[in-house]
């Protein structure tokens, strides 16, 4: 009997978003753990009974702290549980068990024990300040109690431990930092060093708060990336940003498809004279392109779609469904000064940025060429109106698979936030379900008034 062949297992490209979209990649990872840990006799009746489980747990936090004795971890965990639910353990919890002085193996055994017991698996939970040296988490962790989070809580008199001045420890150091090191060298790449600085308790919980929900992904995957804003909000900007990622930038996609003598640009043209464009052939315009060889094998981000909870329905059905959508959060009248201070010319077709223009070069510019009918401040005020009319509606849709950034930070700070979020594991919360196997025939104007403002800026008979 031979081998079989040691072919690596390639999964078709179509395949991949289902899985990404039901999460099936964290959800086995969680089966998977919980069968190395309980190790059951029947492990196919175990998989069944534990199913459930592991699709609820697979979100959850399971965080522990680590500092030096100066800082209260038990009042900070009790703060960020009001936050998350979080089952909180604390060292007084052991002490009601244990009078006496407890080995490493003794406290993980009782961690364990009080975990296992508590209906934690929707909740998550937090071990305040139970475990303090390397001993006892090396003990807890061959017990099979797994964090998905560890934050270190650095005073501001207390050096990185990594520094080369702190890296061989001296036998007359204080215990703590000998313990604080072995920690390190235990949970590795899972520790986050957060800084108290001048935080206060509520502020620092709430730093923890918003990084127990962010998680390394399990598997990389293919950004399929949609940026919302208004008009101003920098959408466009952040997408050149991405090099890595397919720009696909709708506006241009659009007129490209009208230009052209296909079937689809033929129907295009006639929606034209019914002063609309139906949603299933805008999508259809956008599934052409993320479809091809590039897209597939790079990722991508779209701009400019969307504009309606329909248009993302559409986009939400297709093979190769979007995985990441960004709110770009911007403050309108900031978006307009943007706007006013780097029109797009209609001669030249291309932006210029008037605050860096020199004084004289303005006169010429304004002189010798003129704006964009699209950069008109009524326009834009309509446009800006179309999107708040829609954006709510989107947000509700896409409930926790949206991520929201604030636009008027600076150029790098917002693409830091992307990229970190694209980077990232897949967003938590149910998928959205978009129109399913029946897509209905509808069309965009039909939820919506299009302003009119808007559609003379496109030369669209109203």
Sequence with gaps: MSDLPKIP???????????????????????????????PEDHILFMKQILEQAAASRDVCRLILISSPK???ITIAQEI??????????????????????????????????????????TGWIIADCINNEEEAKALLKLGVLPTHVFQIITPFEPKLDELLYCDVAENWPQVR?????????????????????????????????????????????????????????????????????????EY??????????????????????????????????????????????????????????DLKFLDSLQTPPNRIIALDCDLNIAKERIRNRPHYAYKGSNVDLKSTANEEKKA????????????????????DFYCNNYGRIKAYCGETLMIVKADQSERRVYECILG??????????????????????????????PPKVMKAYHLPV
């Design 365 to 384: 510019v304004i002189v010798s060429d003129r704006k964009h009918p699209k950069d008109s401040m009524d326009i834009v005020q309509a446009e800006h």
């Design 253 to 310: 996609l659009l007129c490209q498809a009208w230009m052209s003598e296909s079937e689809l640009g033929q129907m295009l043209r006639q929606c034209d004279k019914m002063v609309c464009f139906h949603s299933e052939l805008l999508c259809q315009i956008v599934n052409k392109r993320i479809l091809e060889p590039d897209c597939m094998d790079q990722g991508w981000v779209l701009t400019g779609y969307p504009y309606t909870v329909t």
């Design 71 to 73: 800082i209260n971890r």
């Design 421 to 450: 979020y694209i980077v990232g594991a897949n967003p938590m919360g149910p998928p959205r379900k978009g129109f399913g196997v029946e897509i209905p025939e509808v069309c965009s104007c039909d939820c919506i008034n299009i």
């Design 178 to 250: 000998r313990d604080l090191f072995g920690l390190k060298e235990v949970f590795g790449k899972k520790i986050k060093e957060i800084s108290l600085m001048d935080k206060n308790i509520v502020q620092l919980a709430r730093t923890c708060h918003d990084l127990c929900f962010k998680k390394s992904a399990l598997k990389t995957v293919k950004p399929r990336v949609i940026i919302l804003g208004p008009r101003g909000s920098g959408k466009k900007t952040q997408a050149r940003l991405l090099a890595n990622l397919i720009h696909v930038d709708f």
């Design 9 to 39: 297992l390639r999964i078709p490209k179509n395949y991949i978003p289902y899985l990404e979209k039901h999460r099936i990649y964290e959800l086995f990872h969680e089966m998977a753990r919980e069968l190395v840990i309980q190790k």
């Design 81 to 122: 549980a009001k936050h998350t639910m979080q089952f909180v353990v604390t060292s007084n919890d052991l002490k009601n068990l244990f009078s006496h002085e407890m080995s490493a193996d003794t406290v993980a055994k009782t961690l364990t024990v009080l975990l296992r017991n508590q209906n934690v698996s929707k």
